[in-house]
C-alpha cells in the first residue's frame, strides 16, 4: 500500500508543483481558478486517453512513438512558458500597478491563462497517464487490489496537499516580488523541461549528438527519491545531464530572459501613481 | 537573440543520426513481473537497442536512472528502450510498477 502511495505520489508531485507555481503567478487574476480547472480536467481527461493509446504511442515511430511524444509534451508546455513570461514582462507592471490600487483581485481579461491552463494540462496528462496505467495495472493483476487503491489515493491527496503548500508558501511571497520570483521559476521550469525533451529525443535516437554525460551527482541526490523528483520537476535537476541537455538548459533561459527583454515596454518616464 | 538562432540550427544541423549505428540489438522479457534475463552485456561505447517484450497483462516501467531510461510498456505488447554509449560498469534496472521483483542489470563491457 505504501508502495503504491509512493509511486503515484512521485507522479503527481511533479505536476503538483507545476499547478502551485500557475496559481502563483496568476494571484489576483480574475477567473484564473475556472482556467486551471480547465487545464486539470481537460489533463485527466488527456491522461486517460493516452493511457488507452499506450499501445499504439509505444508502436509509432519505431517504437520511439511515447519517447517523441514525451518530447513534443514538453515542448509545447515550454514554448507556452516563453509567451507567459513575455506577456507577464510587458504587463506585468501594469497588474501589479492595478492590484495594490484595487486591492487583490484584477479584471485583466487580456492575460493569457489560456497558455497557463495548457501548460496545467500538459503537466497533468503527461504524468497523469502514468498514474492510470499503474491503477490499470493493479486492476488487472487483481491482488491486493483495494489495498493498493487505497494507497493510490493516499498518493494523490498528498500530492493535492503538497499542491496547496507550494501555492501558500509562494503566496507568502511579498505582492510586490511576486512576478519577478514567479516569472523566475517558470524559466527554470521551462528550462528543466526543455533539458527533459532533449533527454526523451536521446532516447527516441533523433537527437544523439553531444550525448556524453557531463556529471554524476547521484551520490548527492537520486533522482528517484522525493526530493530529487522535487528539483526534477522545478529546476530540471538530473543526475547525469549530457552535454546537450546542459547546452539546451542554458539556451532556454537565454531565450526566455532575451524574450522578457524584447518584450518589455520600452522605459518612459512615470508619474508616480499618486499624480494622476 | 541571435545566439539562440544559431545555436538552434546548428543543432538541427546535427540531429539526425543515421539508425544504421545501431546495430546492438538485445530482447528482455517480462513475465510475471520479473525479467529475464535479469543480467544482459552489452558492449561498451556503443549504443544499444533494447527490446523488452512484456508477456503480463499489466503494463510495466521499464526504468533506469543509470542507464537514463524510463519507458512504460503496456500490458500484452512491446517497447523499444536505446541506451548508451555506457563506459564499463554495472548498470541497474527495474519496473517501476513491481520493483519488488521486476529487477536486473545491464552490464557494459
Given at each position: 500500500m505504501l508502495g503504491a502511495a509512493i509511486i503515484v505520489f512521485r507522479e503527481v508531485i511533479e505536476a503538483g508543483l507545476i499547478v502551485g507555481i500557475v496559481m502563483a503567478a496568476t494571484r489576483g487574476v480574475a477567473g484564473r481558478g475556472r482556467w486551471v480547472s480547465i487545464g486539470i480536467i481537460g489533463g485527466v481527461l488527456g491522461a486517460?486517453?493516452?493511457?488507452?493509446?499506450?499501445?499504439?504511442?509505444?508502436?509509432?515511430?519505431?517504437?520511439?512513438?511515447?519517447?517523441?511524444?514525451n518530447a513534443s509534451v514538453l515542448s509545447a508546455a515550454v514554448i507556452m512558458l516563453m509567451w507567459h513570461n513575455a506577456w507577464m514582462a510587458r504587463h506585468g507592471r501594469e497588474i501589479a500597478d492595478e492590484m495594490?490600487?484595487?486591492?487583490?483581485?484584477?479584471?485583466?481579461?487580456?492575460?493569457?491563462?489560456?497558455?497557463?491552463?495548457?501548460?496545467?494540462?500538459?503537466?497533468?496528462?503527461?504524468?497523469?497517464s502514468e498514474v492510470?496505467?499503474?491503477?490499470?495495472?493493479?486492476?488487472?493483476?487483481?491482488?491486493?487490489?483495494?489495498?493498493?487503491?487505497?494507497?493510490?489515493?493516499?498518493?494523490?491527496v498528498a500530492g493535492a496537499a503538497f499542491t496547496a503548500l507550494t501555492y501558500f508558501g509562494l503566496l507568502a511571497i511579498p505582492n510586490r516580488h511576486i512576478f519577478s520570483v514567479t516569472s523566475w521559476l517558470i524559466a527554470l521550469l521551462a528550462a528543466g523541461m526543455a533539458a527533459q525533451a532533449v533527454h526523451f529525443l536521446n532516447n527516441a535516437g533523433w537527437l544523439v549528438a553531444f550525448d556524453r554525460t557531463v556529471w554524476d551527482t547521484s551520490w548527492l541526490l537520486s533522482e528517484g527519491s522525493v526530493l530529487g523528483r522535487f528539483f526534477h520537476a522545478l529546476i530540471g535537476y538530473t543526475e547525469r545531464p549530457t552535454e546537450m541537455q546542459l547546452m539546451v538548459y542554458a539556451a532556454t533561459l537565454l531565450a526566455m530572459f532575451a524574450l522578457t527583454r524584447l518584450a518589455r515596454p520600452s522605459p518612459r518616464p512615470r508619474l508616480p501613481a499618486a499624480a494622476e | 537573440m541571435r545566439t539562440f538562432l544559431v545555436l538552434v540550427s546548428t543543432v538541427a544541423a546535427i540531429v539526425l543520426a543515421p539508425a544504421s549505428l545501431r546495430a546492438q540489438d538485445v530482447t528482455i522479457t517480462i513475465k510475471n513481473h520479473r525479467f529475464t534475463p535479469a543480467e544482459v552485456k552489452v558492449p561498451a561505447n556503443k549504443r544499444v537497442q533494447i527490446t523488452v517484450v512484456n508477456?503480463?497483462?499489466?503494463?510495466?516501467?521499464?526504468?533506469?536512472?543509470?542507464?537514463?531510461?524510463?519507458?512504460?510498456?503496456?500490458?500484452?505488447?512491446?517497447?523499444?528502450?536505446?541506451?548508451?554509449?555506457?563506459?564499463?560498469?554495472?548498470?541497474?534496472?527495474?519496473?517501476?510498477?513491481?520493483?519488488?521483483?521486476?529487477?536486473g542489470v545491464v552490464i557494459a563491457e
Open positions: 486517460a486517453v493516452v493511457a488507452m493509446f499506450a499501445n499504439v504511442i509505444s508502436d509509432a515511430f519505431q517504437g520511439a512513438g511515447q519517447e517523441l511524444f495594490r490600487r484595487v486591492g487583490t483581485a484584477v479584471s485583466e481579461g487580456a492575460r493569457p491563462l489560456t497558455a497557463l491552463a495548457v501548460v496545467v494540462g500538459l503537466a497533468v496528462l503527461r504524468e497523469g492510470v496505467l499503474f491503477l490499470y495495472g493493479i486492476m488487472v493483476s487483481g491482488t491486493s487490489v483495494s489495498s493498493m487503491l487505497a494507497g493510490s489515493a493516499l498518493g494523490i | 508477456d503480463d497483462p499489466t503494463p510495466e516501467e521499464f526504468e533506469s536512472h543509470e542507464m537514463k531510461v524510463e519507458k512504460v510498456i503496456p500490458g500484452k505488447s512491446k517497447g523499444v528502450v536505446r541506451i548508451g554509449p555506457l563506459a564499463p560498469g554495472r548498470y541497474p534496472f527495474f519496473g517501476e510498477f513491481n520493483q519488488a521483483t521486476a529487477k
